[in-house]
T-cell receptor, first 114, second 112 residues
Framework: DADVTQTPRNRITKTGKRIMLECSQT?????MYWYRQDPGLGLRLIYY???????NKGEISDGYSVSRQAQAKFSLSLESAIPNQTALYFC?????????????FGSGTRLTVV | QKEVEQNSGPLSVPEGAIASLNCTYS??????FFWYRQYSGKSPELIMS????GDKEDGRFTAQLNKASQYVSLLIRDSQPSDSATYLC????????????FGQGTELSVKP
């Protein structure tokens, strides 16, 4: 099984619908992140969590919310999806105790809002 | 000004040539620098990390860091068609609390 699992892998939804993207990890890392990727824009940070009780907004949090249900689970919600939220979404975990910070990425969720 | 900037490309090189990818960053307190490779639709894959000024070599890859100029680069020697991908520069800044901030990526195409 993958260390960081994202579900669903692909999703098409309609404008105005609420949608949740889920992320679970078996790395045992306290830190978890949600990024979105648009063509030509790299990965941009949406929200991050350094432990279950610590949630922080990233660069582009408007229109999104998150929930850290447990150390291993971090969900991203779009309360009312809009077409410009069409993107590739990545969940990641990290361990600052390692030299490279031990970032591990999930396989991504491709979201299309029509 | 973006915190981390790269030329978006595309950069095209012939097979066997050296590919040179560049990145600048704005936070002088940044301490950790990374290069990720990303194939289309896939998750980023770490290929190099560098923390101190100078060069770091790993196989065909060399990362170069110049903190005074706030510049980090990646050289790929003997480029292969399988190196064709988007290369992402990423930085953990001095006050970023361990958050990884990415550049927009440079698309590399290696022509046979």
């Amino acid at each position: 099984d993958a260390d960081v699992t994202q579900t669903p892998r692909n999703r098409i939804t309609k404008t105005g619908k609420r949608i949740m993207l889920e992320c679970s990890q078996t790395k045992g890392h306290d830190r978890m992140y949600w990024y979105r990727q648009d063509p030509g824009l790299g990965l941009r940070l949406i929200y991050y969590s350094f432990d279950v009780k610590d949630i922080n907004k990233g660069e582009i949090s408007d229109g999104y919310s998150v929930s850290r249900q447990a150390q291993a689970k971090f969900s991203l919600s779009l309360e009312s999806a809009i077409p410009n939220q069409t993107a590739l979404y990545f969940c990641a975990t990290s361990d600052p105790g390692t030299g490279t910070h031990g970032y591990t990425f999930g396989s991504g969720t491709r979201l299309t809002v029509v | 000004q973006k915190e981390v900037e790269q030329n978006s490309g595309p950069l095209s090189v012939p097979e066997g040539a050296i590919a040179s990818l560049n990145c600048t960053y704005s936070d002088r307190g940044s301490q950790s620098f990374f290069w990720y490779r990303q194939y289309s639709g896939k998750s980023p894959e770490l290929i190099m990390s560098i923390y101190s000024n100078g060069d770091k070599e790993d196989g065909r890859f060399t990362a170069q860091l110049n903190k005074a100029s706030q510049y980090v680069s990646l050289l790929i020697r003997d480029s292969q068609p399988s190196d064709s991908a988007t290369y992402l520069c990423a930085v953990i800044g001095g006050d970023q609390g361990g958050k990884l901030i990415f550049g927009q990526g440079t698309e590399l195409s290696v022509k046979p």
